[in-house]
């Protein structure tokens, strides 16, 4: 069984891992973009990017099957190039990653938000390009909130079911911590379900604690 935990705890960590590297780009761009920008369709992005918070994460999965299925668009496209997606270890970092975006957005923007725009206005006008102005001020002066951003998306895609176990499935190569906790409590495994929760309390204490260090509460 111990051998079995470290196994299912050492992956669901690096897949999270991925999942966050994954969204950090977008997720940066999207926060910026809401916290800074106005512009005709904006409810709707802010929207689009929090529906997976608030629809259940087995229909998100299903949407992400429909995506990334053999007969789906962005499948059809991956196939020719022997990519293949649906019930791999990518399944599983793009459901983390899907889930776990919209957190790490919200951070992100609250902090980018606070920003004093006289310090980006400055940087301007001494000639920096806006790309240098947003990686040499804007991140520097939000980077506590973007730290708890991904502290919380991370911790979000470590504890992700609904959406990976329909695009990845409970395989050998794709189970998470998630996933083992349910497949043992269908086989009546207590002790293994018990070692498993204990696992993943520390596991989101840790992270949520962290958050917290950075300066925002989830």
């Not at 999942?19 to 709707?44: E, I, N, Y």
């Not at 629809?55 to 496209?77: D, S, W």
């Not at 923007?109 to 990686?135: C, H, K, M, N």
């Amino acid at each position: 069984m111990t051998a079995e935990l470290l196994e299912v705890t050492s992956f669901t960590l690096l897949m999270a891992a991925l999942a966050t590297l994954v969204m950090l780009p977008p997720g940066l761009a999207l926060a910026w973009v809401l916290a800074r920008r106005q512009f005709r369709g904006r409810s709707v992005l802010e929207t689009l990017v929090s529906l997976p918070i608030v629809i259940p994460p087995v229909a998100t999965g299903l949407i992400l099957l429909q995506l990334f299925g053999r007969r789906g668009p962005i499948g059809r496209i991956l196939e020719p190039l022997g990519v293949e997606v649906v019930f791999t270890w990518k399944a599983v970092v793009i459901a983390m990653a899907v889930m776990g975006l919209p957190l790490f957005v919200r951070a992100a923007r609250a902090a980018f938000e606070q920003v004093d725009q006289r310090y980006e206005s400055i940087a301007a006008t001494l000639g920096a390009r806006p790309w240098r102005v947003f990686w040499t001020v804007s991140v520097p002066l939000a980077w506590r909130g973007v730290v708890a951003g991904l502290v919380l998306g991370y911790s979000r895609a470590v504890g992700e079911f609904g959406a990976t176990i329909m695009l990845a499935g409970s395989l050998p190569g794709t189970r998470t911590l998630s996933i083992a906790i349910y497949r043992d409590a269908e086989l009546g495994n207590d002790a293994a379900v018990m070692a498993l929760i204990a696992c993943s309390v520390a596991i989101g204490f840790v992270a949520v604690y962290g958050a917290n260090r950075a300066g925002m509460t989830p």
